[in-house]
């Protein structure tokens, strides 16, 4: 939480640091000053629509994850399966984000549902490839333990591949919070009634940059919080393992 704090504040202070040395115009480079009266002077608006897209993210979070772990779970129950599963997976992740929002706009409308399909489809692969992964990377010794023992193939992955597949899980989950926001803000730039992503195209549009940047700060805390949550995930998931191993 300090190195986050400090990062941010190095970057802050490089930013005020470049606007006074090359003193660009407003419209190109806003100061950190003019950046927080744009929030203040706009936040009636921001908030709102502030609210909009924070609801976008933690469903299209919520839905992501909970299909990126079943997924996983259901390649590792059934390994043949994901021979199959894995093409699909890799072709969705490959996709642009832009190449797909007009289409998914033209599917589900102008409203929340666009944009939460584009978050989910973001957020589900570092979630299902994580997981999946520590799921195929259990140690094979405790795997031949569980079938010296007689253990199916459900007992097996429920009591000792998915307990060793949960520090992989968590690194798909801080993967997942960074990029969150991105999937809502790139279906509000194509199509959308509310949100940050639209107020960000309106003030381009004017170029009303400061007011972009406002826009911009309250997406980047979206991510710091939806990242510091994930850390908070881990601290009480994986209570047994040292830092360097998280």
């Known amino acids: 939480m300090l190195d986050l704090?400090?990062?941010?504040?190095?970057?802050?202070?490089?930013?005020?640091?470049?606007?006074?040395?090359?003193?660009p115009e407003p419209f190109l480079l806003p100061g950190p000053d003019r950046?927080?009266?744009?929030?203040?002077?706009?936040?009636?608006?921001?908030?709102p629509n502030a609210l909009v897209t924070l609801t976008e993210i933690l469903i299209g979070l919520v839905?992501?994850?909970v299909a990126g772990v079943a997924t996983a779970l259901f390649m590792g129950y059934v390994p043949a399966a994901s021979r199959v599963v894995t093409p699909f997976v890799v072709v969705l992740q490959s996709m642009p984000v832009f190449a797909i929002a007009p289409v998914l706009v033209l599917w589900f409308g102008f409203g929340?549902?666009?944009?939460?399909?584009?978050?989910?489809?973001?957020?589900?692969?570092?979630?299902?490839?994580?997981?999946?992964?520590?799921?195929e990377r259990t140690d094979p010794g405790l795997l031949d333990l569980a079938r010296l023992y007689g253990a199916g193939r459900a007992r097996t992955l429920a009591l000792i591949q998915v307990p060793a597949a949960l520090p992989a899980l968590v690194t798909g989950l801080r993967m997942a919070a960074a990029v969150a926001p991105i999937g809502a803000i790139v279906g509000e730039w194509v199509g959308a009634s509310s949100g940050l992503g639209l107020i960000m195209m309106h003030?381009?549009?004017?170029?009303?940059?400061?007011?972009?940047?406002?826009?911009?700060?309250?997406?980047?805390?979206?991510?710091?919080?939806?990242?510091l949550a994930a850390d908070l995930l881990a601290d009480?998931?994986?209570?047994?393992?040292d830092e360097t191993d998280r």
């Not at 704090?5 to 003193?23: G, P, R, T």
């Not at 007011?211 to 939806?226: H, R, T």
């Not at 009480?236 to 393992?241: A, D």
């Open 203 to 227: 003030a381009n549009a004017r170029m009303q940059t400061d007011v972009m940047f406002a826009a911009l700060a309250l997406v980047v805390a979206m991510a710091v919080i939806l990242r």
């Open 112 to 135: 929340l549902a666009s944009k939460i399909v584009m978050a989910t489809v973001i957020i589900f692969f570092p979630v299902a490839s994580a997981f999946h992964d520590g799921i």
């Open 63 to 65: 839905t992501g994850i």
């Open 35 to 47: 950046v927080v009266l744009a929030l203040i002077r706009r936040w009636g608006d921001l908030w």
């Open 5 to 23: 704090a400090l990062v941010l504040v190095a970057l802050v202070a490089v930013w005020w640091s470049v606007v006074l040395v090359l003193a």
């Open 236 to 241: 009480r998931l994986l209570p047994w393992l």
